[in-house]
Every structure is written in C-alpha cells, then in structure tokens.
C-alpha cells in the first residue's frame, strides 16, 4: 500500500479571535483523497501529530484540528489497506498564514 503526500494545507490565522497567534483550524479530512489516490474505499486514513504514534497507531488527531506548533507544523497521515492491515505513512505540512497589516497599506487617491 502507497500513500501519497499532499500538498501543503494552508489558512488565515484567525483562531480564537487572535489574528496574530500563528495557530489556525484546519480539516483534515479534506486531504483523504489527495493522500489515498486510487485507494479510496479501500483504505482508511488517521492523522497523528508524530511518526511514532502513526507507525503505531496511537493517539488520532480529531479531523478538525488546530495546530499546536505556531505557523508551520508536520503531522503524520496513516493509510491503512481495510482488509489487509498493511500501512504507509507521509508527512501533511500545516501552514496558518498571517493575516496581512493594514495600517501600513496607503489610503488609496
């Protein structure tokens, strides 16, 4: 079984009202197809914030989950083949954007 790596996951830093805290909401069910490719209905997908818990299968990030490292964090897809048992495991790179400062942006004439 091969799982594919997806691309970068980015949103606005707008978490808890704090436009400036680096942390951020994300869906990670969004990436299941991007990571199961031509598996889908055939494997399950879990996400872990380590290599070790997704190799052992501990320890499952809920699907919707904030970031715990401020602006870029890696957490670990598990595919797992339904029948079989046999797994991959890629790495999903979380990016929470700033928000961009509007007080430095001219008025426009």
Do not use: K, W
């Amino acid at each position: 079984i091969t799982a594919t790596m997806p691309s970068s996951y980015s949103v606005c830093d707008d978490t808890n009202g704090n436009d400036t805290d680096g942390l951020g909401t994300f869906d990670l069910s969004t990436l299941d197809t991007q990571i199961l490719g031509g598996l889908v209905g055939t494997a399950t997908v879990s996400y872990h914030g380590s290599l070790a818990d997704a190799q052992t299968n501990v320890n499952p990030l809920s699907t919707v989950y904030t970031n715990m490292t401020p602006s870029v964090e890696t957490i670990y897809a598990r595919v797992e083949d339904n029948v079989t048992g046999c797994f991959d495991v890629v790495e999903a790179i979380l990016i929470v954007d700033p928000l961009p400062n509007l007080d430095n942006i001219p008025p426009m004439v």
